[in-house]
């Protein structure tokens, strides 16, 4: 993949490389070039990217707050919020459902995100 603007993640074929991608071009690159990569909102095709829009949404909530830049104002729109809870893994499981609850980042949470580890590569 060699774009890396939040479109272009939505629209690449599996969101999980293309996710990745843009999180290894985000931690090389400047401070400029990192907010112009998160300033425009994605734009997705079709009502089943809502998950991945409000992952982008969470990420691009919390890493300008790692990093000390501005959020973008469109993070705070709340048709970035997913209408239920999704939990890491789509698990039922009630005791790691309460983990994912008590150590989701806020960006994350507050979207009904719940997710641990979340913008970390190996």
């Known amino acids: 993949m060699n774009k890396y603007n939040l479109s272009d993640v939505i629209s690449y ?15 090389r ?3 400029t070039a990192r907010y112009e ?22 990420a691009v909530h919390k890493l300008p707050n ?3 830049l501005d959020v973008p104002d469109w993070v705070y729109n709340s048709k970035y919020t ?16 309460e983990f994912l609850r ?9 979207r009904n995100l719940y997710y641990s580890n979340v913008l970390e590569r190996v």
């Open 13 to 27: 074929h599996d969101f999980g490389i293309a996710f990745g991608s843009f999180l290894d071009v985000f931690y």
């Open 66 to 68: 790692d990093y000390g």
């Open 37 to 58: 990569m998160i300033s425009n909102p994605p734009l997705a095709k079709n009502t089943s990217d809502m998950l991945n829009v409000c992952i982008l949404a969470a």
């Open 102 to 110: 008590e150590n989701a980042p806020f960006e994350y949470a507050s």
């Open 82 to 97: 997913m209408p239920y809870p999704v939990y890491a893994q789509n698990t039922k499981k009630p005791e790691y459902q």
């Open 29 to 31: 690159t400047t401070d």
